[in-house]
């Protein structure tokens, strides 16, 4: 597929658009060093609307990643440490009676805000979980009867251990199945460790992002605009056969006791338009696709007990799967 074939978005105007998405990426990576793919899928994962769980281990910049991106759009930053004591009204907020006033007030919790970084989620009790995971769904909240929509934009990180699983509470599938990507983070290299010493060794402070020049390069208005291009971007029928291919494979695979839902298709459709606007194009390839098929899906399977005892994982099992479908040209 050239850009010859006529794509919905003109070349020149998907090229202005991929300037201005990549600006947020430029503006990240002055502060988030050796992690360029982690920070391409969170701004995919924000270009597309939806909300990213981060499989992680401490210490490897979420927190401050989350914090610059927040930064990038001008928007507010809010972190909740997930823990078995946290309460549903810890985190959506609650009514207390004001006496001075005589009647009921409504105190917003931390989720109201437009980058939440829910931090080791699968730490709170199933109920609290539910209650962060409705707010994302439906971009409100509840309370009392009365409904209180959420700031725009609105994009939780939700972070788990992979490592720690004592005294957890792991996130039914239904529940995964509403995170749009799983990004799976790891140790930088030496060279990039370095770098981040010698960025902390002169003085920058994660929350202290404008000492290292980070400012906002848009707004939410121009955001906004981003997104409606990216559902602008065309998606020609042998590339849509080719998302259905993957997913139905997924629900057919020897070694899945669930397979992908028509969810996933979507999620995987949607972020691979996503992809392509930031390549500067107006229209998905399959290489698009195949590109973003693993944080898409590994998050969304069930694997058989005899998966594990032949040393296979999720994104094991999914490249095994890419292998087999032919690529459409």
């Not at 769980?53 to 930053?77: H, M, N, S, W």
């Not at 980058?115 to 539910?130: F, G, M, W, Y």
Request: net charge negative.
């Amino acid at each position: 597929m050239t850009a010859e074939t006529a794509p919905w978005l003109s070349d020149t105007e998907a090229r202005a658009v991929a300037e201005q998405a990549r600006s947020i990426i430029c503006a990240v990576e002055q502060v988030i060093l050796g992690k360029s793919d982690t920070v391409r899928l969170m701004v995919i994962g924000l270009l597309s609307g939806g909300h990213l769980l981060i499989e992680d281990i401490p210490g490897v910049g979420k927190t401050t990643l989350a914090r610059a991106i927040a930064k990038a759009i001008g928007g507010q930053f809010r972190r909740i440490q997930f823990t078995p004591d946290l309460l549903p009204a810890d985190v959506t907020g609650s009514v207390i009676y004001n006496q001075a006033r005589g009647a009921f007030e409504f105190h917003p919790g931390p989720i109201f805000a437009n980058i939440v970084l829910a931090d080791e989620i699968n730490r709170a009790t199933p109920k609290t979980q539910s209650a962060l995971l409705e707010a994302m769904e439906e971009r409100r909240v509840t309370i009392d009867g009365v409904s209180h929509p959420l700031p725009h934009p609105f994009m939780v990180f939700a972070t788990q251990n992979p490592i720690e699983y004592e005294g957890t509470y792991p996130l039914p599938e239904a529940q995964l199945d509403r995170f749009l990507l799983k990004v799976v983070m790891d140790y930088p290299s030496e060279d990039e460790e370095r770098a981040i010493l010698q960025l902390h060794d002169a003085g920058f402070r994660s929350h202290q992002l404008e000492q290292v020049g980070l400012t906002p390069v848009m707004n939410a208005e121009e955001l906004e605009h981003i997104r409606a291009v990216v559902r602008e971007v065309e998606v020609r029928d042998e590339v849509r056969d080719y998302i259905l291919q993957i997913v139905r494979r997924t629900r057919q695979n020897e070694f899945l006791l669930v397979g992908a839902s028509p969810r996933a298709g979507i999620a995987l459709l949607l972020v691979s338009k996503a992809l392509a606007v930031l390549r500067g194009r107006g229209f998905v390839t399959p290489d698009d696709v195949k590109q973003m098929a693993l944080p898409v899906l590994r998050h969304r399977l069930i694997l058989k007990p005899e998966a594990e005892v032949e040393g296979l994982n999720a994104d094991r099992i999914l490249k095994s799967i890419l292998e087999a479908i032919p690529v459409p040209r």
